[in-house]
């Protein structure tokens, strides 16, 4: 089925998001540079894409999956989608995990119970 790819893409997108906007970990907290960072993830990830395609290393399979639209030879169009929707998973996890860090006491030096 064209376009199940983008569908999946696009649900485990909106997914992200309702965690991120209900926990307030980068959205909420400051859209603007939320946007600016997963923008620059994504140019760069985009650029990386080109040099391995023109090095030959990334192709374009051949799946029933995929619209069938190409930005550019073995680009299709759910690849900025997926390297955008990455760039924001990485935000949201990064940003999970050091609220999750912040509320775990620091446990570095033993506490006076345990060297007793």
């Known amino acids: 089925m064209p376009g199940l790819y983008l569908l999946a893409i696009l649900f485990s997108l909106a997914g992200v998001a309702v965690l991120?906007?209900?926990?307030?970990?980068v959205l909420r907290r400051a859209p603007g540079r939320?946007?600016?960072?997963?923008?620059a993830g994504t140019v760069f990830l985009l650029a990386w894409?080109?040099?391995?395609?023109?090095a030959g290393v990334f192709v374009k399979?051949?799946?029933?999956?995929?619209?069938?639209v190409d930005l550019a030879p073995h680009l299709p169009l759910e690849e900025p989608v997926f390297l955008?929707?990455?760039s924001y998973?990485?935000?949201v996890v990064w940003a999970a995990a050091r609220r999750l860090l912040?509320?775990?006491?620091?446990?570095?030096a033993a506490s006076p119970a345990e060297a007793e």
């Not at 894409?49 to 023109?54: N, S």
């Open 20 to 25: 991120d906007i209900r926990l307030g970990l």
């Open 34 to 39: 939320t946007l600016l960072a997963v923008a």
């Open 49 to 54: 894409d080109a040099v391995g395609i023109a």
């Open 61 to 68: 399979g051949d799946s029933l999956l995929l619209l069938g």
């Open 84 to 86: 955008a929707f990455l």
């Open 89 to 91: 998973l990485a935000l």
């Open 102 to 108: 912040a509320r775990t006491p620091a446990t570095d």
